[in-house]
């Protein structure tokens, strides 16, 4: 260590920190986790529209409702459920929407335990905390992970499944168990089409590998299979309950959504996922090609390399023959990156992983200044220049007094300082404070600057404006918007709205939402009338419009 570091080195707690590395990385795990879950308005992406199906929720019958939903490749009833109650339990003390994401702790920390038990069932204890390490490292994971999705929920029963599937060959009865819970979480907490996923992984290993064609294995499929027949069966039990016509309507749904879903890729689809996973899965990529050298053609004779690679080919096929037109969807695959990678990880060249230490520490440090003159530009109004400039990025912004947030972000920057000369030689130890750099830097931003950000980001001012000129009473809303902007209209607005004109009791609508492009010019003509026009505040490119019914002028 260089001179001036040994000043900031406790020789107990480094030795303790390098010795135990378990209980650091279990620390990260969770602070990674929980980070960024609540104090946010729900931003576009595809957490606005499961938000308002939520909203759409009653008491009286969630059958019924769940019915409704028309888009069921979104997520299953199982994460509707739990996030409604989890919406009920924190109701007097957290907005709806940071509620259910509250829901996604109990996915991300169960993937993650998960993936660290696999490690551990195929290569033994130094895997067991490098591979979640290298999972929550992924650059891609961290943002999408904590805005509501079922994404966190298919990579949790994905890790599960294949717990159980690892340790099937030598626990029969407990590696049973374990797929069949895995595969129900898929079943009924995401879309249909992912149950493709452990099927293929099953069907590609009963062909490369003896132990996989056994009578034990047999077994654990059996238990898997009796699991997952009840847990559906349950599921169909609740939905007769409610009315005897409910399980041919959920079963036709979910089918048809499945099979809608799956599609020949066209070649923009296969390059803009294939461009993607470079950074998404950075900089687990690195360890999961240096280990698939490593181990070589010998490796992948032992199931131990077999397992992951199978189940990376399964959610490759699953996801390249899917929709799929966003980040998140690539969540999923780094479970077989993170599992491979930690393989050779103690093995890297010291290179290698010299230059990816000193890369994390320089980029964390770089991320740190760079959150605190944001911050302060944007709070106190220093640096001037950058100050003005987000005030033309968000005009009217006023920070809110913060001294808890600054005093705690003050904690965690000293923190972050005092670890990273706490943490000795290892050959695990640029991942160690990759993953550290990552996670210090993500509560960074939450605490500094996610207000801001979500100021910026929110539609619930401009919903609230807008709704300011609606009658209570109305027939109908049609909204003519993006599928997230009618969702947050839905949410904040309390209203559910239509996206084509129609006749209701002899009546039309009466109301219009139409977004544009700002400096579109597109007026609607009678028998609509524009009695209000707004956006987000600072939002150049989005512009919306409320025309009433001019009754008498169709």
């Not at 260089?2 to 590395?21: C, D, M, Q, W």
């Not at 005897?244 to 309507?249: G, T």
């Not at 890297?348 to 605190?372: C, D, E, K, N, Q």
Request: hydrophobic residues 50%; aromatic residues 12%.
């Amino acid at each position: 260590m260089l001179k001036p570091g040994s000043y900031f080195r406790h020789e107990k707690t480094a030795v303790s920190i390098t010795n135990n590395p378990m209980l650091l990385t279990s620390l990260l795990c969770v602070a990674w986790t929980m980070f960024g879950l609540i104090g946010h308005d729900p931003w576009k992406s595809e957490e606005a529209l499961l938000i308002s199906h939520l909203s759409q929720f009653t008491s009286s019958d969630f059958c019924l409702d769940l019915l409704a939903i028309n888009d069921v490749t979104l997520a299953g009833p199982l994460f509707y459920l739990i996030a409604i109650n989890f919406i009920e339990i924190w109701s007097s003390v957290l907005a709806p929407h940071d509620a259910a994401r509250l829901t996604l702790s109990v996915w991300l920390l169960s993937a993650i335990l998960f993936t660290a038990l696999t490690a551990g069932e195929l290569w033994g204890r130094t895997q067991s905390w490098v591979a979640p390490l290298l999972l929550i490292g992924s650059v891609g994971l961290l943002v999408k992970s904590h805005q509501l999705s079922a994404t966190p929920v298919l990579i949790s029963g994905l890790a599960i499944f294949f717990y159980g599937l690892a340790s099937a060959p030598r626990r029969s009865i407990v590696g049973g168990v374990w797929l069949g819970l895995g595969v129900s979480i898929i079943l009924l907490g995401t879309a249909f089409q992912n149950v493709a996923i452990p099927i293929f992984t099953i069907f590609l290993m009963s062909l490369i590998n003896l132990r996989y064609r056994g009578l034990r294995f047999t077994a654990s499929l059996a238990i898997a299979g009796l699991i997952v027949i009840m847990s559906a069966g349950i599921w169909l039990t609740i939905l007769n309950q409610s009315d005897p016509s409910f399980p041919a309507r959920w079963v036709a749904l979910t089918w048809s959504g499945a099979t809608d879903s799956f599609k020949v890729p066209s070649m923009h689809e296969l390059i803009y996922q294939t461009s993607a996973l470079p950074w998404f899965t950075w900089p687990t990529w690195i360890f999961l090609v240096w280990s698939l050298w490593v181990e070589g053609r010998e490796g992948l004779k032992r199931k131990e390399l077999q397992l992951p690679i199978v189940l990376g080919i399964a959610i490759t096929l699953v996801l390249v023959f899917t929709t799929i037109n966003k980040e998140s969807g690539l969540g999923p695959i780094l479970l077989p990156f993170a599992l491979i990678g930690s393989i050779a990880a103690s093995r890297i060249p010291r290179s290698v992983g010299t230059a990816l230490y000193w890369f994390a520490i320089m980029a964390s440090a770089f991320f740190t200044i760079t959150a605190w003159v944001y911050f302060s530009a944007s709070h106190f109004g220093f640096p001037q220049e950058l100050s003005e400039h987000l005030l033309e990025l968000l005009p009217g912004y006023e920070s809110e007094k913060r001294d808890i947030a600054v005093l705690l972000a003050a904690l965690l920057t000293a923190t972050w300082f005092l670890l990273i000369f706490n943490i000795k030689r290892l050959p695990e130890r640029s991942i160690l404070i990759w993953a550290m750099n990552l996670t210090f830097g993500w509560m960074l931003s939450v605490l500094l600057l996610f207000h801001w950000i979500d100021e910026r980001k929110t539609y619930a001012p401009m919903v609230h404006s807008m709704m300011r000129h609606i009658d209570p009473n109305y027939d109908c809303i049609i909204a003519q918007v993006g599928p997230a902007q009618r969702g947050l209209i839905q949410y904040y607005g309390r209203i559910v709205t239509t996206d084509i004109y129609i006749e209701k009791n002899g009546q039309s609508c009466d109301y219009l939402i139409y977004q544009d492009h700002s400096e579109a010019d597109n007026h609607i003509g009678l028998p609509w009338s524009m009695i209000w026009e707004g956006g987000r505040v600072g939002d150049r490119a989005e512009r919306y419009r409320l025309y009433k019914r001019e009754i008498g002028l169709d």
